[in-house]
Every structure is written in structure tokens, then in C-alpha cells.
């Protein structure tokens, strides 16, 4: 299995031994050895993931990288998170994504008004299986988590991912308050109840909820 490990916090730096992983289309910035880079129809997830993808408009390009050597990673100097899977499942918005195992099984999710409140679209990117993926974000990511006794509610424009057995809510703040300019400008919220991570970035993407 490839060894992911970070040099500062914006470089992912990927040992392999004949292994490979799938990354975001365009992110290897050096890598050293022998390498083959071979783009994946669809994002990686088959035919079921790339006619989602289509239909709904969204982009989610990812390369498969293999060989002998280590091969580094980047895009647009984000910070970079990494996250190990034991056979449970990583939600991650397409454009946080970075690279993950070979061996995980990248699907297609959808969020409904979820993603729509954020800009990115109705779908979202899955991850699952065991092994280390990388995810990006704006900044430094929060990592918090969510217990029966402590749901969490987070700005649409701030979320990145998340992971374990949680259920999700849409919801709406707006107020009187808000409609005159008075409330805090998060006109919607997601909910997050059960047990589980949830990944956040110190600053948001525009998204529908912060022009309401």
C-alpha cells in the first residue's frame, strides 16, 4: 500500500513500491523513480459515477498514478489534511479532493439542497474502504466531532467532509433579523447529528445561503 505522509502542510509526498493512487487531474507537482499517469474516465468511480456526473453538470477529474518512486502533490498551495479509513466512509466535496488509495472505492452521493446551498451541485464524492486519503482545504481544517449529546451545525460555505455514522439535516436560519440586515448572514445551516467527524475550513466558498 503507498505511504502518504506531508511535507509542510501544502505538499503530500506519495512513496509507492509498485502501488498506486488516484488524485485530482493536474496536482503532481514532482516526483522522482518511475512513474505512469493514466486519466480515469468519470473520476475513477465507473460508468454509474460518470453519467451522474454529466448529467448534473459537475467536474471531478482524477489521474491514476503508479509506479516506483515518490510521486508529490499539490493544488493552489491549499493545506492538505490526511485521513485514514478502516472500512467506513469519507463524504468530501469533489473540489477538497486530493488523492487516496488505489485499493478505496470512489462513488458519487447525493446531497439535494445540501450541495445546492454550497454552490458545488447536487452529488458529492464518497471514499471507502481502508487505506489514507488526502483532502484539501482554505486554510487550516477543524477537524470536530459529533456525538448524540453534541450535534453540530455548520456553515455550508465552511464544510469540506465528513466522516462515520451521521445523518444530516438542511436547515434554515433566516430571521426577521436577518431579512433587515441585522442577523449573523447565515441565512442556512446543515445539521449533523449521530456519531462521526466533520471537517471544516476557516473560510467560506461563496454559496447561495451567504447571498440570501
Not at 17 to 25: E, P
Not at 164 to 183: A, D, H, I
Request: overall charge neutral.
Amino acid at each position: 500500500m503507498a505511504m502518504f505522509r506531508l511535507q509542510g502542510s501544502k505538499v503530500l509526498a506519495v512513496d509507492m513500491t509498485g502501488d498506486a493512487v488516484k488524485a485530482k487531474n493536474g496536482s503532481m507537482v514532482a516526483y522522482d523513480g518511475q512513474m505512469s499517469f493514466r486519466k480515469l474516465s468519470g473520476g475513477g468511480e465507473g460508468l454509474r459515477g460518470m453519467v451522474t456526473r454529466r448529467l448534473t453538470g459537475e467536474q471531478m477529474t482524477v489521474m491514476e498514478v503508479k509506479g516506483h518512486g515518490t510521486c508529490w502533490f499539490a493544488d493552489r498551495a491549499s493545506e492538505i489534511n490526511l485521513v485514514a479509513l478502516h472500512g467506513d466512509k469519507l463524504y468530501v466535496e469533489a473540489g477538497n479532493f486530493l488523492a487516496a488509495d488505489a485499493g478505496l472505492r470512489t462513488g458519487t452521493e447525493f446531497t439535494g439542497l445540501r450541495g445546492a446551498s454550497q454552490g458545488n451541485g447536487l452529488f458529492t464524492t464518497s471514499i471507502e474502504g481502508h487505506g489514507q486519503a488526502a483532502i484539501m482545504s482554505d486554510g487550516p481544517a477543524v477537524v470536530l466531532r459529533v456525538s448524540a449529546r453534541y450535534p453540530l451545525t455548520v456553515d455550508p460555505g465552511a464544510y469540506v467532509a465528513h466522516q462515520g455514522n451521521l445523518r444530516q439535516s438542511f436547515q434554515s436560519g433566516v430571521t426577521f433579523r436577518t431579512m433587515l440586515g441585522e442577523g449573523g448572514g447565515e441565512a442556512f445551516q446543515i445539521r449533523f447529528e449521530g456519531d462521526g467527524l466533520v471537517y471544516v475550513q476557516p473560510s467560506e466558498r461563496n454559496t447561495i445561503a451567504g447571498d440570501v
